[in-house]
C-alpha cells in the first residue's frame, strides 16, 4: 500500500513553530538589554523598600513617633531648598541602582557534573575499602559519598584537584601493594596526564590527593649562590626543601628551591648516577655540573657517544681533556686513578708527618662520563679493558681524595653498568619519561608522585642517599654551538666558561682517537711512580683536535722541580693507616 505524504501543515509546523521561538527568544533579549536599567532601578527599589520595611517593623513603638517627625523634617527641607526634590530623586535612583545591581553568583557546593563525578569515585572505591563483616560500612554500593569525602576541590573543567578520603581503619595502608592499588584507582579516575601526590596519613586513616603544578623550565645555566661543595642538580617544589636561592627566569628574578648535591671529605653520596631517555636531558644535566665545578675545580670529560657534545669546554681554563675516543679515554681514565692514588699517598704522609695536607691534593677533580656503556663496547670488541674498570679506584677513594665521579647513561644501556659504578654512585637522578618500575630500579624506591608520559627534558626525579624522591628540573644548559639552541640560552652558557688557555707551544697534531699519556694531562698535578716519588720534568703536550676525536686544543711546556731537588717524604710507613673506603 501506497504511503500517502503528510499534509503541508504538518511537515512544515515544526519548522515555522522552531522560527518563531527564535525569533521571540531574540526579542525577548533584545528587550532586556534595552530595558537593563530600568530592571535595575526596579529591583534596587524593592530592595531599598524591604530594607525599609525591615528598618520600620525593627524599631520600638516608642521611637517610632519621633522617628516620622524626623522624616517629615527632612522631606520639608528637601522641598524648600532649590532643586531640592530633583537632588532626592537623583539620589534615590542611584542608591536604587546600585542596591538592585547583580551580585556574583558564590559557589558553596558542587554541580551536578561534579557530584556525579564523586558519586562514580567513590563507587569504585567501595570494593578496596569495605568488607562483608563491616556492621557500619563507611563504604557501601549506593551509599552516601559525604561521610567518605571530607573535602574536595575542582578546577575551572570540573576536574579533581584535591581530594581527602576517609578509610576504614582495618584496610591495610601498611602494604606498598595495597596502596599502590589505591594510587591507580585514583589515578585513572581523576584524570591523566597530571602528576598527582598522595599524602597517606596512616595515624588518622586519611589519604589526601592533590595535583602538582608543572615545575618552571624558565630557568636557564647561570652562577648560582653556593659554596664550595656544593652543586644546584635542579629545582624541586617549594615544599620539598627548606632552602632557595635567588635565581633570573625568563619572567624575571625571584627565589626558587634548589636540589642541592654536596661533595667532598664529609659528603655520603660523593658521586652521582644519572640515567634518562634519548633527549631526557642527562648530557645538560652533566654540562651544568661542569660549568659549576670549573670556578673551584679541574673538569676531565669522557664522551662515549662522540657527537661533540662538550666541544665548548674544549681548551678552556681547568678542564683537563675532552676525550672521545676510546684509547683517549683509557688513558685519562688511567691517569685519573693515579692522581688518586698519589693524592691518598701524599694526604697520608703529611698526616703521619703532622702537616696540613698539601694544596695540590685539595683542590676538587671531577670525571664526567657521558655514555660509558657504548665504549665498554667498543673496548670489548677491541679486546681491551673496560673504561669503568678503572673507575674502581676514583669511586672506592674518591671521597677523601676530592675526586667526584659523575656518570650518565641511557636506560637502555643502564644494565651494562659494572656492580663498583651501582654501588658507589649513591646520588641518583632520573630524567625524562619513565615507569615506576623503571624509576624504582634506579632510586631505589617508587616515586611519591604519578609519572606522566610527556615531560620537558630536563624533567625527572632525584634522591640522595637514602632521603626523599625529590621532583627534579635541570636548568637550561644546551650546547651553545648547536644550531637549534636560542640566542638567550647560548649567551647564558657562553657567559659561564672559563677563557681558553692562550698557547704557549706550537700545537702538535694527534692521530684520531689518540690522547696524551696520563700523567701529562695539562693543568693536573704529576702522576706519581709505585715507589712513591713524582717522575722527572717533561713537556706536557695534548692533541690537537681531530675529526675522531675531542680532545684539549693547546699545548703548554710545564717547568717543575726534579725529583733530585725534592724533598722526598720517604717511603710511607708500614704502620701507616689505610685510606677509608667511600
Known sequence: MARRPLPRILSSGSDRIARSREIART?????????????????????????????WAATPKERRGPTLLLVAACVLVVALVPYGPL???????????????????????????????????YEALVPYFSVPEDPAPLFAHGGD????????????????????????????????????????LLHAKSGRGREYLFDWDEEGNQLVLSVLPALPTTIAAQRFVTVPGETVLGFTDADAVQRTVPVLAADGAKDAPPVIWRTGPRSTEPHLLAVGQPGSGTTSLVRSIALQALPHGDVLVIEGSGTGEYACLIGRAGVLAVECGLAGALASLEWAAHETERRLIAANRARQAGHPAPEDTKRPLWILLDRPSVLGHLAAAAGRTDPQDLLHVPLRHGRAAQVTVVVAEQFDSVDALTETVRTHTRARVVLGPASPEQIESVLGVEPHTTPIPVVPPGRGYARLGAGPVLRLQVPATPDPYDD????AHRRAVLELLPERQTATATAIEAAPGSAPDPGHIPGAAPAVEPDGAPPTPASVTAPAPTPASVTATTTASVTATTAATTADPGPAPRHAPVPAEG
Open 145 to 184: 559519598w559525604t561521610g567518605a569525602f571530607a573535602e574536595y576541590a575542582f578546577d575551572d573543567g570540573g576536574r579533581l584537584t584535591r581530594l581527602r578520603i576517609k578509610y576504614p581503619a582495618y584496610f591495610t595502608d601498611g602494604e606498598a601493594s595495597s596502596r599502590a592499588r589505591i594510587e591507580q
Open 484 to 487: 637549534a639552541t636560542s640566542e
Open 87 to 121: 537632588l532626592a530623586l537623583v539620589s534615590v535612583m542611584g542608591a536604587a541602582a546600585w542596591k538592585g545591581r547583580e551580585h556574583p553568583v558564590v559557589k558553596t557546593g558542587p554541580d551536578d557534573a561534579e557530584i556525579e563525578r564523586l558519586k562514580g569515585l
Open 27 to 55: 526579542a525577548a533579549d533584545s528587550a532586556t538589554d534595552v530595558l537593563h536599567p530600568l530592571i535595575t532601578i526596579t529591583r534596587g527599589l524593592r530592595r531599598l523598600a524591604a530594607t525599609g520595611r525591615a528598618r
